[in-house]
């Protein structure tokens, strides 16, 4: 079965800093991959996703991940981290089939002036 | 905005009653998700929606049932609701071909 592991459920870094959110994936078969943003109280964001192709892809806000299939990773980066930035990230993989997908736990991103 | 909507927003009911959620969308996309959120899970998968009448289990479907009468409309029922199912659902599509899943605002469920 697909699974997603997230290090880490809190992540500090402070203003201006590097962000870097860690996912790795189990799948037999080359997966997509989804990275969302979940601001309190509210749904889910689609922050960027690799299919085919580049394996570094770039999406909303500044973010980037590059996708590692000899390190079955896809970890989410930004440059410089800001306050707007505070919030939970999920890495999600899909089945192909029916495009379910299967979420990691989630990361929390404090950001401190 | 994929204009899904989820009603209602915010339900408190008592175990062992029937609860219904609504999810309802506006552009006619084939393919619909219910997913539960609960700290330390993330989300995961209950239903899901490839057109109408045609739905299938996901990871966490027992005590879940849903329909699909419509291609708009795509419902979530628990039909005796345990303290277990107090979550936040939320309701997803996939636009088009593009493997990309849009959410819902959610609807956050207390089971008494």
């Known amino acids: 079965a697909q699974s997603v592991t997230q290090l880490g459920s809190h992540v500090s870094v402070s203003e201006g800093a590097l962000v870097l959110l860690r996912c790795n994936y189990s799948?037999?078969?080359?997966?997509?991959l989804f990275w969302y943003v979940q601001y309190p109280n509210q749904g889910l964001q689609l922050l960027l996703k690799?299919?085919?192709?580049?394996?570094l892809v770039k999406g909303i806000n500044g973010f980037e991940a590059e996708f590692k299939k000899s390190e079955t990773s896809f970890h989410l980066t930004k440059p410089s981290a800001h306050m707007s930035d505070a919030a939970e990230y999920f890495c999600?993989?899909?089945?192909?089939?029916?495009?379910?997908?299967?979420f990691g736990a989630g990361t929390i991103l404090r950001v401190k002036s | 905005d994929a204009g899904i909507t989820q009603s209602p927003r915010h339900k408190v009911t008592e175990t062992g009653t029937p609860v219904t959620l609504r999810c309802h969308q506006t552009e006619n996309h084939r393919y619909m998700y219910w997913y539960r959120q609960d700290p330390g899970h993330g989300l995961r998968l209950i239903h899901y929606s490839y057109g109408v009448k045609d739905t299938d289990k996901g990871e966490v479907s027992d005590g879940y049932s849903v329909s699909r009468s419509k291609t708009e409309d795509f419902l979530l029922t628990l039909e005796s609701a345990t303290s277990s199912q107090t979550s936040v659902y939320f309701c997803a599509i996939m636009a088009g071909d593009t493997y990309e899943q849009y959410f819902g605002p959610g609807t956050r469920l207390t089971v008494t």
């Open positions: 799948s037999s078969v080359p997966p997509y």
């Open positions: 999600a993989v899909s089945l192909e089939y029916g495009n379910k997908l299967v």
């Open positions: 690799y299919t085919t192709g580049a394996t």
